[in-house]
């Protein structure tokens, strides 16, 4: 088992900048990728950046050279920088496990999520 809990979300103006953190405990030793997701009101959950634990990573289109996804070497953390964000970037923002070394991660673990909120 893998437990995750996310922070760092806010209001914040747009161009603005937020540091999301996904705290991991459990079975660490048996996660193979991480990701992040968010899914905005009536719309559905989508991909936001995901890293394997090789260190590769990938990126929607609509945040790639805005937002950066990194990890601890323990595993332990994984972080979400977001930078110039817009008001389209508004969500629940939910931190995701997985057992397989895959890309993206698309595990069974899921975080309850933390809200961003871009003002324009």
């Known amino acids: 088992q893998v437990h995750l809990v996310e922070s760092g979300g806010g209001l914040v103006q747009a161009g603005g900048s937020l540091r999301l953190s996904c705290a991991a405990s459990?079975?660490?030793?048996?996660?193979?990728?991480m990701g992040w997701y968010r899914q905005a009101p009536g719309k559905q959950r989508e991909l936001v950046a995901s890293i394997a634990r090789d260190g590769r990573t990938i990126y929607a289109g609509s945040v790639e050279g805005r937002f950066t996804i990194s990890r601890a070497n323990a595993w332990n953390t994984v972080y979400l920088q977001m930078n110039n964000l817009k008001p389209e970037d508004t969500a629940v923002y939910h931190c995701n496990a997985d057992t397989i070394l895959q890309l993206p991660s698309i595990g069974d673990y899921w975080g309850p999520g933390t809200q961003v909120t871009v003002s324009s």
């Open positions: 459990g079975r660490l030793f048996s996660i193979g990728a």
